[in-house]
């Protein structure tokens, strides 16, 4: 299966579990939104930051040997043509960068003081926008994709870090994290 969405409603049906089940429908639909805007916007414009604008870190931020970096090149030209096709590849950089940032802005506005951005308990929409902002919180600490979760929208890296303390108590022993502090 190519898509999360599909993949959760699988698991749903097979698991007889529902996150969204306490929602109304109208939160239901906020959430969808959410989630589209996560998998449209943000998640292309971190594979833009991280496959096109700075591809060489990606070397020493997977440890991959310099052989593979010549197929990951071919990855790079692929992820191009992604990007182009998608749409979002089209825009200059610091569009991108200025369509990343009201997304990620709109995303802290709308969690605010909550624990979870649908309330109390977590939902869907949260394992979606986890991914996404943990991918900027944990492997992206020099860009401005950081620089927003962390200083311009702190909500975002406690609601991050919430997340990765429920579910992960073990995460820094799992991912050889030292740094305590994102």
């Given at each position: 299966m190519g898509d999360?969405?599909?993949?959760i409603e699988l698991l749903n049906r097979e698991k007889g579990v529902d996150?969204?089940?306490p929602l109304s429908d109208a939160d239901k639909a906020v959430s969808r939104a959410f989630t589209k805007m996560v998998e449209e916007n943000t998640y292309w414009?971190?594979?833009q930051y991280r496959w096109i604008d700075n591809f060489d870190k990606l070397q020493e931020l997977f440890e991959i040997p310099w052989i593979a970096m010549?197929?990951?090149r071919r990855i790079r030209s692929n992820t191009k043509q992604k990007l182009m096709a998608h749409g979002i590849g089209r825009h200059s950089k610091d569009d991108l960068e200025g369509i990343i940032e009201k997304d990620l802005?709109?995303?802290s506005t709308f969690l605010g003081a909550k624990p979870y951005?649908?309330?109390d308990e977590?939902?869907?929409v949260d394992a979606v926008v986890f991914g996404q902002l943990s991918e900027i919180v944990w492997t992206a600490p020099d860009s401005y994709l950081h620089r927003i979760v962390a200083l311009d929208c702190p909500n975002l890296l406690a609601?991050?870090?919430r997340i990765k303390d429920r579910y992960w108590p073990d995460w820094d022993q799992l991912t050889g994290n030292t740094n305590t502090n994102q």
């Open positions: 999360s969405g599909l993949i996150l969204n089940q414009g971190l594979t010549l197929f990951m802005k709109a995303i951005l649908m309330g977590p939902t869907e609601y991050c870090n």
